[in-house]
């Protein structure tokens, strides 16, 4: 950040701004200041990278990414929610919650049920202790509240925001709370606000598995480079029974099903490392499992402060089912028209069942009030599926937005893809948009982000799922703080 220009530091508020005289917390925030002339400066630019949970400090820096030099008149400013990273009391709960003792995520067997229920109500008792006051203020309101603090800190009248996944839906909150404190706002990969929060992971558990078809249909064609077949549904039907085999027997004592499910989620998520993913698979099937194992990681104790992050918010902006069964019934329901990430999204989220934190009613979105704002969205987006876009493009009748036709990337604006990219530019500069179109689809049609090049080799690729392509846009280390919760 330093060498970016960022000047950092920590911002005291509340930690209930319902009693602003009480308790005080502090929040990381950054700024890397416009590199123009005071005369066209534009003001400051708060940039979150969802989650919820992502550590946003070093997100300050896209707007030397942003193209014809549009990101220049403003101030970037990131920052760390509360909980998060730099911010203190920065939360975790529970560093050895993934580790390797895990059976498959699909409850099969009332033993493989009880292990989840009890070891999803241990984390949340866990979370309890550790977090104490602080979870009962972890709402989407309260890091709303925060970007206020950060405004008035900086003498600022209004923002300018730009946010990816959650901080859509963050930026959707503070804007129906301060409508006249919007300047300028790009979401991409756009949340549901009616959706929040249990419905959403239910919404797109059958999302991925649309968007891991797409995965399978590229590997498909590309079977001269994987030799996994030729035809999606075998590509689809292999990558099941390999899950199978590791049900049956770990590999190596490493990778069960739980662990298979997981190193695959990134190409559910984004194109970029397709590639990686689909070696990963061949080597598999050809009985070597070192490239999955290095996705994976070693198993072992791991920062659990964006997991604990999201827990925190998720569970207490909405109120969650109270009774099982339900959970039980919708799940099994969605599970059986989409396989692949039903049950890890179930369990990932279960905590929110025993949390300690008081949930409350979601605030009610409304962007009437709100000037023109930029939405971004590809078409089998699986993280925030496609009617999320066009219900806030709704919600937000001065909205535009711009639909990746046919790409399955979750949140990948400033990629390289001129079309999309050129307009953000063009929107910061002037505040200009294309004119909205009748009804209710897209206002504005861009190519997607586009895969790779099958690679028969991967040993000089980075194996992070959100590398962005060399030279377009986003750097690696940038793409990857916009958020992945990690199972």
Same mark, same amino acid.
């Given at each position: ?40 400066y ?46 203190e ?73 730009? =946010?990816?996944? *959650?901080?859509? !839906?963050?930026?959707? @909150? &503070? +804007?129906?709370?301060?409508? #006249?404190? $919007? ?41 001269a ?5 030729t ?8 990558w ?18 739980a ?6 989620? =990134?190409?559910? *998520?984004?194109? !970029?490392?397709?590639? @990686? &993913? +689909?070696?990963?698979?061949? #080597?598999? $099937? ?7 194992e ?48 039903t ?13 300690s ?46 639909e ?11 990629s ?7 307009r ?7 505040g ?15 190519p997607?982000?586009p ?27 940038l ?9």
């Amino acid at each position: 950040m330093q060498r970016a220009g960022a000047q950092c530091g920590l911002l005291t508020v509340p930690l209930d701004y319902a009693n602003p005289d009480g308790q005080k917390i502090k929040i990381g925030v950054s700024r890397i200041e416009h590199k123009t002339s005071d005369a066209d400066y534009q003001g400051i630019m708060l940039v979150n990278p969802g989650g919820p949970g992502g550590s946003g400090l070093n997100l300050a820096r896209i707007g030397a990414f942003v193209p014809h030099q549009a990101g220049d008149p403003y101030d970037w400013i990131g920052f760390d929610p509360r909980g998060v990273g730099t911010s203190e009391p920065r939360l975790s709960c529970d560093g050895h919650y993934t580790t390797l003792d895990r059976p498959d995520y699909i409850p099969s067997t009332a033993g493989i049920e009880q292990f989840w229920l009890d070891k999803t109500a241990s984390y949340a008792d866990d979370c309890a202790e550790a977090g104490g006051e602080l979870l009962d203020h972890m709402r989407t309101t309260d890091n709303v509240n925060d970007m206020e603090s950060i405004r008035k800190a900086l003498g600022a009248e209004q923002i300018n925001y730009y =946010g990816f996944s *959650y901080g859509t !839906y963050l930026g959707q @909150v &503070y +804007a129906t709370l301060h409508p #006249d404190r $919007v300047r300028r706002m790009v979401f991409d990969g756009v949340v549901n606000p009616e959706d929040a929060w249990y419905e959403a992971n239910l919404n797109q558990d059958t999302a991925f598995e649309k968007s891991m078809r797409i995965w399978f249909d590229w590997i498909a064609d590309h079977d001269a480079t994987y030799h996994l077949g030729t035809d999606g549904d075998q590509v689809r039907a292999l990558w099941y029974d390999m899950r199978d085999q590791a049900r049956a027997s770990s590999f190596d004592g490493k990778i069960g099903p739980a662990e298979w499910t997981d190193v695959f989620l =990134g190409a559910g *998520y984004y194109v !970029y490392s397709w590639d @990686v &993913y +689909a070696q990963a698979f061949a #080597d598999a $099937v050809n009985g070597d499992y070192g490239l999955v194992e290095a996705i994976f990681g070693d198993g072992g104790p791991s920062d659990d402060n964006l997991y604990a992050v999201y827990l925190s918010t998720e569970c207490t902006d909405a109120r969650w089912p109270t009774a099982w069964p339900r959970w039980e019934a919708d799940n099994w329901r969605t599970h059986r028209v989409a396989p692949f990430e039903t049950w890890a999204n179930a369990w990932f989220n279960a905590p929110c069942h025993n949390w300690s934190g008081q949930a409350q009613k979601p605030v009610k979105v409304d962007g009437h009030q709100v000037p023109p704002i930029l939405l971004i969205e590809e078409t089998h987006d699986a993280a925030t599926p496609w009617a999320g876009a066009i219900k806030v493009r709704q919600l937000f009748p001065r909205s535009v937005l711009i639909e990746g036709v046919g790409g399955s990337t979750h949140a990948g604006s400033l990629s390289g893809v001129s079309c999309t990219d050129d307009r953000i530019a063009d929107y910061l500069l002037t505040g200009q948009l294309d004119a909205r179109q009748p009804g209710r689809g897209s206002d504005v049609q861009c190519p997607p982000v586009p895969a790779p090049e099958p690679e028969p080799s991967t040993s000089a690729r980075s194996l992070a799922p959100a590398t962005a392509p060399a030279g377009a846009g986003l750097p690696a280390d940038l793409r990857q703080l916009i958020a992945l919760p990690v199972r």
